[in-house]
């Protein structure tokens, strides 16, 4: 049983969850790795979950980011019923709607830093030249990589790599950013950095940030955090007064 | 589309042995196809050419029947002069002609006043004859010279087996269509090199002295070798020719004639729907080539590429674009392999024309010189079906790369 029941829904969330369960395998091999869980996150929340692994993190991010579908339950994320949407649509709507951070970072290594964060524009948005290049340099200037625009992602560190994953993931304008163990793969110093940076940018921006993490002391850094264990939502934490679901 | 070329000339660029080495395969495919359809082509052009422009014509026009009793050159089947008639008022119309040649053709014996042999006989005006087959003057040894009433030119073969020489004085004896023998004495205006195909090991005289020697009062052709204008049309023209002909009947009601073409008249023919048959056949070699080589390497590039294509298809990449991504890569190899292939190729079959280091022997003939050259539109068909067989060989991978799940593809290891 959750700990946590989405109320209110009429409120404008930007995610909502409602007994949301993820089985993978059939029959007696299935393996529960989310159950009922609920909550609903505010517009430009600053949301972690955390838990151990197997807990659910990812499975709970890849939910909200359309990458996969819950087994049973309700899950709107901006103002969409995700479970209704065919593959093509959940394409389109991550285009239109999300950004992603990536623990590996997973930045197009035959494109630029400059390219790697047009990307999206080019292929998903069909921006045109002139505000392309206005956006990316404006989120390069962001994130501290305006002298790096040139460079191939093999070379440049790992911190930098997730600051152009960052500045990729938010050009685009994003109503909310995913990122699943944004720091997993960088030194403490470089974690509160880009954490710091993800923040900012959500001030900046007003964009939605979700991120999953194991490592408490990047866990302090977000406004809201909700506990998973074993598939289920066991705490939630608000910081600063900020209340949600 | 251009953001899409440049990220698969990237990608290709990422792994450039192995681009290198498609790229190589289709290249030297392409080089091999177009040296091969240069060389047989050429072969092909220069035999026809050989064949018409110095035996036959592009097209025959004779009385029906004649051409099935070719063998024994039957005086009775030649075209009366009434019909010779018709058939010339219909020719001097057709603007499609470059000139024609009426001919009579006849079996005789061939003496050199120690040794009799047999001989085959074509009776010519020697100018228009000239003018239709252009290269008889250059099988003349020795150089052509003028070719008058009362001279003949005679086989090689003949000429060394009864050791007769040019200026030599030989006697042609001819039975004629009612049987009755006459003969004429000739003086030996040139040797003829033999040529491989029908007629060429046939002598020639002067029409009038035909006439002469068969005693024809009036003027019955075997046959007319007709050179059109453009040798591309011959088969266009012969199906006119025919049809403004059909209406012509003899007495008894049938076609008064028949029309050939080249091919129907010629053996090679069927040797030149052989090298035809060989070009596909070469071509679908070079199709096999690249369907394999791109296929395999587009698969590689996929499963290679998995995480990216899990990245790529997360930040909200259409799968139809994600497909567009890879294709472009296969259409991109498929390119540069056919380019580089059409420039090394066209330059090596350059080389080749100019050297003309490529002889070989026909029949008697030795020696030929072989200029290949290859036709621009070979070059384009050919590199149409390397880029189109690109894009299909990579369809499956980029289909199969669209269709990815994007949490899979991301977890991929």
């Not at chain 2, 980029?398 to 269709?403: G, M, N, T, Y």
Request: net charge positive; charged share 20%.
């Amino acid at each position: 049983m959750s700990l946590i029941v989405a109320e209110n829904i009429s409120k404008d969330y930007q995610v909502v969850a409602i007994k949301v369960s993820k089985n993978y395998g059939a029959a007696e091999n299935v393996v529960r790795a989310l159950r009922d869980v609920s909550f609903t996150i505010e517009p430009a929340s600053f949301v972690s979950f955390v838990g151990p692994s197997g807990s659910g993190k990812t499975t709970l991010l890849n939910l909200i980011g359309c990458l996969d579908k819950p087994t049973e339950g309700n899950l709107t994320v901006v103002g969409t019923d995700v479970l209704k949407l065919d593959r093509h649509e959940s394409a389109q709507f991550r285009g239109d709607n999300l950004g992603f951070i990536f623990q590996d970072f997973n930045l197009i290594p035959v494109l630029t830093v400059f390219e790697n964060i047009e990307y999206p524009l080019i292929i998903v948005k069909n921006t045109a030249a002139g505000e392309r290049r206005k956006r990316v340099m404006a989120v390069l200037e962001a994130v501290g990589m305006v002298d790096q625009k040139d460079k191939y992602p093999d070379q440049i560190s790992g911190g930098q790599k997730q600051r152009v994953a960052v500045a990729r993931a938010l050009v685009s304008d994003p109503k909310l950013v995913l990122a699943d163990e944004p720091t997993a793969n960088l030194d403490s110093k470089t974690a509160y950095t880009i954490i710091n940076l993800m923040k900012k940018m959500r001030d900046e921006l007003k964009s939605t940030f979700i991120f999953s993490t194991h490592d408490q002391k990047i866990v302090g850094e977000a406004e809201i955090v909700y506990s998973l264990a074993d598939g289920e939502l066991v705490d939630k934490q608000v910081k600063g007064g900020k209340q949600n679901g | 589309m251009g953001n899409l070329f440049k990220i698969a000339i990237r990608n290709l660029f990422r792994y450039k042995r192995r681009t290198l080495l498609t790229v190589s395969l289709i290249a030297i495919g392409v080089i091999f196809v177009l040296g091969y359809i240069s060389i047989s082509g050429s072969f092909k052009k220069m035999m026809i050419g050989q064949i018409t422009d110095s035996m036959i014509g592009h097209l025959q026009v004779h009385r029906k029947g004649f051409l099935a009793s070719i063998d024994t050159l039957p005086l009775n089947m030649n075209l009366k002069p009434q019909a010779f008639k018709k058939l010339e008022g219909i020719l001097n119309q057709q603007s499609e002609i470059e000139a024609y040649s009426p001919r009579i053709k006849f079996g005789g014996m061939f003496s050199n006043f120690v040794e009799t042999s047999s001989i085959r006989l074509n009776g010519i005006y020697p100018e228009k004859e000239f003018k239709t087959i252009p290269l008889l003057t250059s099988r003349v040894m020795n150089g052509f010279k003028a070719f008058e009433k009362g001279e003949i030119l005679i086989p090689e073969l003949l000429a060394r087996g009864m050791k007769v020489k040019e200026g030599d004085m030989i006697v042609v004896v001819a039975t004629n269509k009612d049987g009755s023998v006459n003969g004429k004495q000739f003086k030996v205006a040139g040797i003829l090199e033999s040529a491989t195909g029908p007629g060429g090991r046939d002598g020639y005289i002067h029409i009038q002295d035909a006439m002469e020697v068969l005693r024809m009062g009036e003027m019955e052709v075997s046959e007319v070798a007709i050179r059109i204008k453009d040798f591309g049309k011959v088969e266009a023209f012969t199906r006119k020719l025919d049809g403004l002909l059909s209406g012509e009947v003899n007495k008894e009601g049938k076609p008064a004639f028949e029309v050939h073409a080249w091919q129907q008249l010629s053996p090679f023919y069927s040797i030149a729907r052989m090298i035809d048959l060989m070009t596909v056949f070469i071509q679908v070699l070079l199709i096999a080539v690249v369907l394999i080589s791109i296929m395999n390497v587009m698969i590689m590039a996929v499963y290679e590429r998995i995480r990216e294509i899990g990245t790529i298809a997360a930040i909200g990449t259409l799968p139809g674009k994600i497909l567009s991504m890879f294709v472009m890569e296969g259409l991109c190899l498929g390119v540069i392999g056919a380019v580089i292939g059409d420039i090394l190729g066209s330059i090596i079959i350059y080389i080749l024309n100019f050297s003309g280091v490529v002889t070989f022997d026909f029949g008697r003939q030795k020696g030929l010189v072989l200029l290949p050259t290859i036709a621009p539109m070979d070059v384009l068909i050919i590199s149409a079906i390397v880029i189109f067989v690109s894009v299909v060989a990579s369809l499956q991978p980029a289909f199969k790369a669209s269709r990815m799940e994007p949490i899979k593809a991301l977890r991929h290891v």
